[in-house]
C-alpha cells in the first residue's frame, strides 16, 4: 500500500475547495444555490449530508 | 446556531422538490437540498461509488475556516444517528472556542468533563475524569 487517497472523506484536517451546487429549498419552496465560499463568508459551519438518491427509504 | 445543514444526492434539484412535495416523511424538511448531479463533489469527498453511480451515506462538518473536521462514511443499508452528528458538532463548537482542550469518548453536551492534553495527563486519563 503505497498510495495515499487524496479524497477528502479519507484527508480530516484538509481544506475544503469552494464548491457551489444548485438547491432545492423547502423552506422557500424555490430552487437556489448553495456555495461553500458564501458560508465560510458569513462565518457559517457546514454540515454536508449525502445520501444515495431521493425516494429511497433509509 | 452558525451552521448550514446541506443535504446531497445526485438528484437534480427537480427531483428533490417532487420528493420533497410527495413524501409526508419530509413535511418538515428546512434544509437546502443539494444537487451533485455531476456526481463532481461526490467524487471529491470519497463518497461516489463507480459500481452504482449512486453516493454512499457521507458525513461532512466543515468549519467556518473550510476545514474539514470530521468525516464519516455508512454503506447504503445503514442509516446515521442524528445525536452522534450532534454530539460531534457540539464537540465542535466547544473545541474551537477551547482550542487546549480535548472532548473524550463519553462528552455529550456542554458542561460534561473535557481533557486538557499535558505532560501532567500522560497515563492519568481515569483520574482527570473521575475527578
Given at each position: 500500500m503505497s498510495e495515499t487517497c487524496t479524497c477528502l472523506g479519507c484527508n480530516v484536517g484538509a481544506t475544503v475547495p469552494d464548491f457551489t451546487l444548485e438547491t432545492f429549498e423547502p423552506s422557500k419552496g424555490d430552487f437556489g444555490e448553495v456555495s461553500l465560499e458564501t458560508l465560510r463568508k458569513k462565518k457559517m459551519w457546514t454540515i454536508l449530508f449525502f445520501y444515495p438518491a431521493d425516494f429511497t427509504f433509509v | 446556531m452558525g451552521a448550514e445543514v446541506l443535504t446531497v444526492s445526485r438528484d437534480t434539484k427537480f427531483v428533490h422538490l417532487a420528493w420533497q412535495r410527495e413524501?409526508?416523511?419530509?413535511?418538515?424538511v428546512k434544509f437546502p437540498m443539494g444537487s451533485d448531479a455531476t456526481g463532481k463533489l461526490s467524487r471529491m469527498f470519497g463518497v461516489y461509488d463507480e459500481a452504482t453511480g449512486l453516493s454512499l451515506r457521507g458525513t461532512f462538518i466543515i468549519s467556518?475556516?473550510?476545514?474539514?473536521m470530521n468525516s464519516e462514511i455508512n454503506y447504503y443499508n445503514l442509516g446515521r444517528n442524528i445525536d452522534e452528528l450532534m454530539r460531534k458538532f457540539k464537540a465542535n463548537l466547544h473545541l474551537a472556542q477551547y482550542t487546549d482542550e480535548a472532548c473524550p469518548?463519553?462528552?455529550?453536551?456542554?458542561?460534561d468533563k473535557t481533557l486538557k492534553p499535558s505532560a501532567k495527563l500522560v497515563g492519568r486519563v481515569h483520574e482527570a475524569l473521575s475527578k
Open positions: - | 413524501e409526508k416523511q419530509l413535511a418538515s467556518p475556516e473550510g476545514k474539514l469518548v463519553k462528552w455529550n453536551d456542554e458542561g
